[in-house]
């Protein structure tokens, strides 16, 4: 679509940059509808880019506070803004927490009927309104363009601009409609957001939306509160389960690659007593809707999902996203555990890691590009790029360093410290196998008895001493590595192996039974000119940072969990997800300093003027002991 040249940026603030002063009318807003007294970090300036009619890209992180960048500067200028956002359950879920602060919002979307649809866009006409949600295509194709122009909307906020980026990693063909917008309102100013953007992407979005010399927000990339794992996956059920342990009563989401396997597993933990509900695509629309409601409103605390959930929740208290296979990139790393801790205390990310998912996705993504109606050099170009992106989250699951310092140097930032004090590795939690180079030597000799023709599994069970029709068939019982490692299960023995592969001590043929092979790195390992380093699973040693203690410090967790359980009854009788009410780190608040009267309770931050007159009175009781 032609448009104005695009500009490219003189220059990208950053968090290092200066701040400027900060617009008196923004803090009151602040304060009267949020109930904070500060910004974080780059809010002002993305705010100030809003309300001076520059164009502006802002990449901060999941729980960054992208959203009140596009939130507030309608309410300084009162006029109304249209949010451009890929998913219902996203714009549903922003709407309902602007609500219960009494902000005029609402989102247009295929789940209204005709009444509900007449009623928003009277209110539109009428001026009531200062943000509109709605998805790129309902702005495109319905007409909604030239109401925009009769009410004379001047800014746009596009929101997960990464999607119209095809060098990212959620690409969605309808984004790239989005540059509409500059040639329908040349004077109105276009602000894309985004958690995750590398350089190149944000070079992308940039041509792709024709933002005219845009300020370019750059916010950390890192998220301390969040304590990244990566464990060698060896049992899918036991593992979950124990992790799950950690954070009885709490909200977490459980991610796996197929659709049965979320069934399956969900299945699993529903029959141990946790409250655990599937959650993909391929479910009916109402059941799945059901599930991401009774998660909001914290009637269930487990979701089991593919990725196809997660993007359009706002819930700000999940304390785990447990990942059960590998991510197919960094990026959907980020965004997936991003969605955990949005709320600023200390949360979990667990990954359970196995090679054998880089060769599945590697499979899938070949199977899809081949079944998709793209010429042969375009769909050699997107299988190129799709695995570029999965060997290099391959290349930080099987690192042994600080995972906050490569997250954060994967998407160009500089990480500060030596030690995060919140990662398996920086907390001491991984270990090197015993002998690791001694048992890699039984492994890659076994390769060579079996005359690189076999799989991993049967490689496996022949160091285990199995007894299998296959192996007896083949002889391989009498072979000298037969029963070499009798001390370990399959499941173990086949993580060895995978490690080895990763760590290209081994090679892998193609196709859908693909075989161990030897190369340079098996035989000079076999010589001893060449040691690794193997990875053991350790069960139950994980430490608690000093972030989460710290969340903890001098709370009456008591009066937490009573004012959390009013917090589900006044969200049920709602109709309103939980968080939209309190979210913890307000409750934690109280549970930490006891106001004992409405202006104390005032200085609680997360309480602005609405909360405080809704709820003020039931928080006070709660707090006096004079109600459960």
């Known amino acids: 679509m032609p448009g104005p040249a695009t500009s ?11 701040a400027e002063p900060i617009d008196s009318r923004i803090t009151d807003m602040l304060s009267r509808w949020w109930g904070f007294d500060q910004l974080r970090p780059l809010q002002a300036e993305a705010i100030h880019s809003a309300l001076d009619g520059r164009d ?29 956002s890929p998913l219902v359950a996203l714009m549903k879920d922003q709407v309902d927490s602007l609500e ?57 906020a596009i929101d997960e601009a990464h999607c119209i980026s095809h060098w990212g990693h959620d690409f969605r063909p309808e984004y790239r409609q989005m540059s509409l917008l500059r040639e329908r309102f040349p004077s109105a100013s276009l602000h894309a957001f985004t958690a995750t953007a590398t350089p190149r992407v944000r070079d992308d979005i940039i041509s792709q939306l024709h933002l005219r010399n845009p300020d370019v927000l750059l916010g ?24 799950l342990g950690r954070h009885a009563g709490e909200a977490s989401i459980v991610y796996c690659i197929s659709r049965k ?123 190129a790029g799709q695995i570029q992106h999965l060997h290099a989250m391959r290349r930080y699951a099987q690192a ?28 001491g939690e991984t270990e090197s196998f015993p002998d690791s180079t001694v048992t890699a030597q039984k492994i890659v000799s076994c390769v060579a008895r079996v005359q690189e023709r076999f799989g991993v599994r049967h490689i496996c069970e022949v160091l285990r001493g199995a007894k299998t029709d296959g192996i007896t068939r083949h002889g391989h019982d009498r072979l000298s590595t037969f029963g070499l490692l009798p001390s370990l299960d399959q499941r173990a023995a086949e993580n060895l192996v995978h490690q080895l592969l990763d760590q290209g001590m081994l090679a892998r043929s193609s196709g859908d039974r693909p075989v161990v092979m030897l190369n340079d790195y098996s035989w000079e390992l076999l010589r001893g000119t060449r040691s690794v380093v193997l990875q053991e699973p ?37 109709g309103k997800p939980a968080w939209t009410i309190f979210d913890d780190k307000s409750l934690r608040a109280i549970a930490r300093e006891k106001p004992a009267s409405p202006a104390a309770l005032l200085r609680i931050k997360g309480i602005g003027e609405k909360r405080l007159a809704d709820f003020g009175t039931a928080i006070l009781d709660l707090v006096a002991g004079r109600s459960l």
């Open 538 to 574: 350790r069960a139950g040693k994980t430490r608690a940072p000093k972030a989460d203690e710290d969340d903890w410090q001098g709370v009456d967790r008591d009066l937490f969990e009573r004012m959390r359980k009013w917090r589900r009854h006044v969200a049920e009788a709602r």
């Open 100 to 156: 219960a602060i009494g902000y005029p919002a609402a989102a247009l979307h295929s789940g209204l009927s005709s009444e509900e649809r007449t009623r928003i866009l009277n209110r539109l006409a009428a001026g009531e309104l200062r943000l509109l949600f709605t998805a790129p295509e309902r702005l495109v194709n319905t007409g909604l363009l030239d109401m925009l122009a009769r009410v004379g909307v001047k800014r746009f």
């Open 261 to 383: 396997e979320t069934e399956r597993l969900a299945a699993r933990l529903a029959a141990e007593g946790l409250l655990a509900r599937p959650y993909h695509a391929g479910l009916d629309p109402e059941e799945r809707r059901k599930t991401q409601d009774a998660f909001a409103r914290e009637t269930i605390d487990v979701v089991v999902a593919t990725v196809a959930f997660g993007m359009g929740i706002d819930r700000s208290d999940v304390r785990l996203v447990l990942h059960t296979a590998l991510p197919k990139s960094l990026e959907a790393y980020q965004q997936e555990t991003g969605r955990s801790g949005r709320d600023g205390l200390a949360a979990e990310c667990v990954l359970l890691y196995s090679s054998a998912d880089v060769f599945s996705w590697e499979s899938l993504v070949r199977k899809s590009a081949l079944e998709s109606e793209l010429e042969s050099t375009q769909a050699e170009a997107l299988i």
């Open 8 to 18: 490219l940026p003189d220059s990208i603030s950053s968090l290092d940059a200066p």
């Open 56 to 84: 502006s890209l802002v990449v901060m992180p999941t729980g960054g506070g992208k959203s009140l960048c596009y939130q507030l500067p309608p309410l300084v200028t009162e006029t109304t803004d249209v949010v451009i």
């Open 400 to 427: 042994t360093r600080c995972r906050h310092a490569a997250l954060s140097e994967y998407f160009g930032q500089a990480y500060g410290s030596v030690s995060c004090g919140a990662c398996d590795v920086c907390l």
């Open 220 to 243: 950390t990339f890192d998220r301390p509160n969040l304590i990244y794992r990566v464990v060698p996956r060896t049992d899918r059920i036991t593992q979950t389960l124990h992790i």
